[in-house]
């Protein structure tokens, strides 16, 4: 692949434009996709292979990944497989001409598109541009709560206050979109517990004490995560 970079030098990129996460072993190719897609208004991080994509996702949010079929290790279909389980990010899946068995693969596992090396940088970006919006149709209005200051974005999972990204972990964003799908609804801390990788209700409590110190004022004195005696959590959204 040689997409055509401007040499007008980098253009600024917007703080609330899609943030794609390019993963694949090939330095050159994500040298070049970053370049690309920064220039026509994309925020991108890259990753070499799966492991390193995993750290980005646990501090990041992101609207896209664009991931490599091959790469050594866990390879991007057994990364996209895993990511199916329990996130819902869109995934667009590079891969060579000769292998047309992983197209089958990413297909069946739900990726949203598919694009064969060697390809025409403009025909990646329409693709990308498409699935977003896609994205956007189907994500609606309630896809965004409001608290205070704070805004939680679920299909993201992005926190910002006052427009400015509140960092969460990935266990305080699964929290997060639970509450966000029932606002104003008590949430037991077994069901909050079981959506988690320990189970333990023990581990909600101190993930709840977390988030409180995000985005409560005052997390002692809660105003939007409160407790309900005898029945859970609940988040009051605006």
Known sequence: MSPQVSRTGKMPVADNAPHILVVDDDQRIRDLLARF????GFRITTAE???SARANMRGLAFDLLVLDV???GESGIELAQALRVDRDIPILMLSARSEPDHRIQGLEIGVDDYLAKPFEPRELLLRLRNILSRRKRNLGAQDTIRM????????RGELKRLGDT???TERERDLMRQFAERPGTPISRLDL???GTDGSER???VQINRLRRKIEADPGNPVYLQTVRGKGYILHAE
């Open 37 to 40: 897609l920064q220039e026509n």
């Open 166 to 168: 509140v960092r969460l």
């Open 203 to 205: 581990a909600v409590d």
């Open 148 to 155: 205070g200051e704070f805004t939680f974005h679920t299909g």
């Open 193 to 195: 517990a079981r959506q």
């Open 70 to 72: 091959m790469m050594p």
């Open 49 to 51: 292979n799966a492991a």
